[in-house]
């Protein structure tokens, strides 16, 4: 189930990207039917500041949650990063997840845009920083 949320955000995180040039942070979720369930939230201003967007989707995955609407959650944002065995810094998705049944995992999805085409690099992973469960 991670890779299922996992490709869902990457492909989501790719679109933005390739649309857009950039992208706030976003939350998708799983219910415990299996559906992707996409967890939207709005500041009501074009630009509010990632940290914020970051606490209200937060809130909102715990609510859903506590509710027992999902199972298992995921946030995904921008982070300029340094891979493993890497000395430079490159842009990545990190994927924030979470879930009943799973270990918190963060996931770093390099990345580089050549042409307006999203290219990844080689993806690791750490202990996950979203603590829901």
């Known amino acids: 189930m991670i890779e ?22 976003f939350a998708t979720a799983i219910s415990f039917e299996g559906k ?17 967007v970051l606490l ?5 995955l715990k609510a859903g949650k506590d509710e027992k609407r999902y199972k298992m959650v995921g946030i995904c944002t921008n982070v300029f990063v340094t ?3 890497e000395s430079d810094k490159i842009d990545a998705f990190e994927l924030r997840i979470d879930g009943q049944e799973i270990e ?24 996950g920083s979203l603590i829901l469960w």
């Not at 996992?6 to 706030?24: D, R, T």
């Not at 209200?56 to 909102?60: C, I, K, S």
């Open 4 to 25: 299922k949320l996992k490709e869902v955000l990457i492909e989501q995180g790719k679109k933005f990207l390739e649309e857009f040039g950039e992208f706030f942070p």
């Open 36 to 52: 992707i369930v996409p967890v939207g939230i709005y500041f009501g201003e074009d630009n509010p500041l990632s940290e914020e």
């Open 56 to 60: 209200q989707l937060e809130t909102a």
């Open 83 to 85: 891979p493993p065995g």
């Open 104 to 127: 918190r995992i963060n996931i770093y999805v390099p990345y580089e845009v050549k042409e307006g085409h999203v290219d990844f690099l080689k993806s690791y992973s750490e202990t």
